[in-house]
């Protein structure tokens, strides 16, 4: 055992013939569910329970109406080109170098994301009436934007309220050093993802070998969520954070894995309060590690020292404030116990939703990357046992998350961004065992591409 597979080998990558029945598969089945699950909510319960029009997206419109065909067609052509050279490039000259897979990854989401239309694109996302970025421009003293955080934060945009404040001056920075909306939103797409995609991929080289970390990352950087989300998104940036800190935590430098968690652990929590989905991962790997002990113990002191010194210096609670945004998010109480209905189907809808955008090939992967990881942590090796950690906590942090009611209905795909490189762990373990040839690994990118680049198409996913 080696780099947290076994040696077992399992049959190659999906065939075209597999790839074709996947998709027809995920198509019949979104249709069945929209229609038993309209069927189910009006009529056994009586439309308590609201239903997304374009079941598991809440926030989706269908724009293949208000396509410029001829606009359209020249940047779909060019999408193409670029994933087909990119492919052929990384699968046959070079199966190591992380660079083209960055630069390809940059390349397709400005393709795919201009297919929306400049405006719709680029600026609308950044600059609707709920954004941070909205609430960015208003800021004239960052200082004072912090202090007075609490007192001014439920009337601040809708997603900015439910954010620390970091959220929002992260955004400020953006556009106090870019010169336009338009610069900002690439800068935030491109930059996340080319930092997303170098961290995913030196944590899979400690597990598995180069082509397989290359080839791995290369499908993340092809994800639907990562093409359709990651252009303007804070989750985009939050989500470099998370990776970030897992990273760091699981290098042999004790200054790296204390001081480099604890900068990402900031960072993020200072966008975010999901950041305590974090908190399992690092527990865990604790005590897999036992030299992560004192880090990890140090970590917690420093936050807790941040914590209060934010405090007492600026006079912004973050417990208070998460407190806020949650009975914003939950007026009346408790979502579990406030409305069950509601709760349990929307557990199912955050499933689902970052299941679709992972795209089915993946999914089956994974699961079967699942019990290559199990396999594999019997064996002696510390390396064997840590990919299966890993993964296993971040997701089952997730659906802690989801079981104490965090996220309604069409907000995972993009506010839960952050759990997909973890998913990519057991996609490369699969990958790893498999032992493909170039050519179905070329059939399986171009099925992730090819999804995102239709749902990008045909839907309007502005949150």
């Given at each position: 055992?080696?780099?947290?597979?076994?040696?077992?080998?399992?049959?190659?990558?999906?065939?075209?013939?597999?790839?074709?029945?996947?998709?027809?598969?995920?198509?019949?089945?979104?249709?069945?569910?929209?229609?038993?699950?309209?069927?189910?909510?009006?009529?056994?319960?009586?439309?308590?329970?609201?239903?997304?029009?374009?079941?598991?997206?809440?926030?989706?419109?269908?724009?293949?109406?208000?396509?410029?065909?001829?606009?359209?067609?020249?940047?779909?052509?060019?999408?193409?080109?670029?994933?087909?050279?990119?492919?052929?490039y990384l699968l046959w000259f070079d199966r190591t170098s992380l660079w083209p897979v960055v630069v390809a990854g940059a390349v397709l989401l400005v393709l795919t994301t201009l297919t929306q239309g400049h405006q719709?694109?680029?600026?609308?996302?950044?600059?609707?009436?709920?954004?941070?970025?909205?609430?960015?421009?208003?800021?004239?003293?960052?200082?004072?934007?912090?202090?007075?955080?609490?007192?001014?934060?439920?009337?601040?945009?809708?997603?900015?309220?439910?954010?620390?404040?970091?959220?929002?001056?992260?955004?400020?920075?953006?556009?106090?050093?870019?010169?336009?909306?338009?610069?900002?939103?690439?800068?935030?797409?491109?930059?996340?993802?080319?930092?997303?995609?170098?961290?995913?991929?030196?944590?899979?080289?400690?597990?598995?070998?180069?082509?397989?970390?290359?080839?791995?990352?290369?499908?993340?950087?092809?994800?639907?969520?990562?093409?359709?989300?990651?252009?303007?998104?804070?989750?985009?940036?939050?989500?470099?954070?998370?990776?970030?800190?897992?990273?760091?935590?699981?290098?042999?430098?004790?200054?790296?894995?204390?001081?480099?968690?604890?900068?990402?652990?900031?960072?993020?929590?200072?966008?975010?309060?999901?950041?305590?989905?974090?908190?399992?991962?690092?527990?865990?790997?604790?005590?897999?590690?036992?030299?992560?002990?004192?880090?990890?113990?140090?970590?917690?002191?420093?936050?807790?020292?941040?914590?209060?010194?934010?405090?007492?210096?600026?006079?912004?609670?973050?417990?208070?404030?998460?407190?806020?945004?949650?009975?914003?998010?939950?007026?009346?109480?408790?979502?579990?116990?406030?409305?069950?209905?509601?709760?349990?189907?929307?557990?199912?809808?955050?499933?689902?939703?970052?299941?679709?955008?992972?795209?089915?090939?993946?999914?089956?992967?994974?699961?079967?990357?699942?019990?290559?990881?199990w396999r594999s942590a019997r064996g002696l090796s510390r390396l064997d046992r840590e990919p299966l950690v890993i993964f296993g906590l971040a997701a089952g942090s997730l659906l802690g998350l989801f079981a104490v009611?965090?996220?309604?209905?069409?907000?995972?795909?993009?506010?839960?961004?952050?759990?997909?490189?973890?998913?990519?762990?057991?996609?490369?373990?699969?990958?790893?065992?498999?032992?493909?040839?170039?050519r179905r690994e070329a059939l399986l990118a171009a099925a992730v591409f090819g999804q995102a680049l239709l749902m990008q198409l045909v839907g309007d996913y502005l949150w």
């Amino acid at each position: 055992m080696a780099g947290g597979t076994d040696s077992r080998s399992r049959p190659g990558l999906f065939s075209f013939r597999e790839i074709l029945v996947a998709g027809w598969v995920t198509v019949t089945s979104l249709i069945f569910f929209n229609v038993f699950v309209r069927f189910f909510y009006r009529t056994i319960l009586d439309n308590d329970v609201g239903v997304p029009i374009h079941w598991p997206i809440s926030k989706f419109a269908v724009r293949l109406g208000r396509l410029d065909i001829s606009r359209v067609g020249v940047l779909v052509v060019l999408a193409v080109v670029v994933f087909a050279v990119a492919t052929a490039y990384l699968l046959w000259f070079d199966r190591t170098s992380l660079w083209p897979v960055v630069v390809a990854g940059a390349v397709l989401l400005v393709l795919t994301t201009l297919t929306q239309g400049h405006q719709a694109g680029l600026i609308r996302p950044i600059a609707n009436g709920g954004s941070y970025y909205r609430a960015a421009v208003t800021v004239t003293d960052p200082v004072a934007f912090v202090t007075t955080f609490e007192a001014n934060q439920l009337g601040l945009p809708l997603h900015a309220r439910t954010h620390p404040p970091g959220a929002v001056l992260s955004f400020w920075v953006l556009d106090t050093l870019l010169p336009s909306t338009r610069a900002v939103s690439l800068t935030v797409g491109i930059g996340s993802l080319a930092l997303s995609a170098l961290l995913l991929h030196r944590l899979l080289v400690t597990y598995y070998p180069r082509d397989v970390a290359q080839y791995t990352t290369y499908l993340f950087v092809l994800l639907p969520a990562v093409q359709i989300y990651s252009l303007t998104t804070l989750d985009a940036l939050i989500t470099v954070a998370a990776l970030g800190a897992i990273y760091c935590f699981t290098r042999e430098s004790p200054i790296v894995a204390t001081f480099g968690t604890l900068v990402c652990l900031f960072v993020a929590a200072s966008q975010t309060f999901m950041t305590v989905f974090l908190g399992p991962v690092l527990v865990g790997l604790a005590l897999l590690r036992r030299d992560r002990i004192a880090p990890l113990v140090v970590i917690g002191l420093s936050s807790l020292g941040i914590y209060v010194l934010v405090n007492v210096v600026l006079g912004y609670d973050y417990i208070a404030s998460f407190l806020t945004a949650s009975h914003q998010q939950n007026p009346n109480g408790f979502f579990p116990l406030a409305e069950p209905l509601r709760y349990l189907t929307t557990r199912v809808e955050n499933v689902a939703e970052i299941a679709l955008f992972f795209t089915p090939m993946l999914a089956v992967l994974a699961v079967r990357g699942v019990g290559v990881l199990w396999r594999s942590a019997r064996g002696l090796s510390r390396l064997d046992r840590e990919p299966l950690v890993i993964f296993g906590l971040a997701a089952g942090s997730l659906l802690g998350l989801f079981a104490v009611g965090v996220y309604h209905t069409g907000e995972t795909a993009r506010g839960a961004m952050f759990i997909y490189p973890f998913l990519m762990i057991p996609v490369a373990a699969a990958i790893r065992a498999a032992d493909p040839t170039r050519r179905r690994e070329a059939l399986l990118a171009a099925a992730v591409f090819g999804q995102a680049l239709l749902m990008q198409l045909v839907g309007d996913y502005l949150w």
